[in-house]
Nanobody, 120 residues
Framework: QVQLVESGGGLVQPGGSLRLSCARS????????MGWYRQAPGKQRELVAV???????NYADSVKGRFTISRDNAKNTVYLQMNNLKPEDTAVYYC??????????????WGQGTQVTVSS
């Protein structure tokens, strides 16, 4: 069974940095994409960044130039480096995976979420 374990959230001052990690366990047939979504109180969950199987990336306009998504295939881990954080980045960040399972069915899965709070 696929599991995602997130880490790296916390409290940081405006202008600071954090790095989120998401480690995948469990066997899959093919990884399509991994990424990060976030949900602030009273708002809908939104895409932050995604990295596709071929290595291409997409970012929300609000984080372009400040956040970088990367992955370590050997560790089955995706990272989100967040720089120049702003109070509006405060949210619960969820790791996301789009994959094909061992029965060749396409599936997606979410992590449990990690809180990021940007405040002075």
């Amino acid at each position: 069974q696929v599991q995602l374990v997130e880490s790296g959230g916390g409290l940081v001052q405006p202008g600071g940095s954090l790095r989120l990690s998401c480690a995948r366990s469990g066997s899959i047939s093919r990884l399509n994409a991994m990424g990060w979504y976030r949900q602030a109180p009273g708002k809908q969950r939104e895409l932050v960044a995604v990295i596709h199987n071929g290595g291409s990336t997409n970012y929300a306009d609000s984080v372009k130039g400040r956040f970088t998504i990367s992955r370590d295939n050997a560790k089955n881990t995706v990272y989100l480096q967040m720089n120049n954080l702003k109070p509006e980045d405060t949210a619960v960040y969820y790791c996301y995976i789009d994959f094909v399972d061992l029965f060749l069915s396409r599936r997606d899965y979410w992590g449990q979420g990690t809180q990021v709070t940007v405040s002075s």
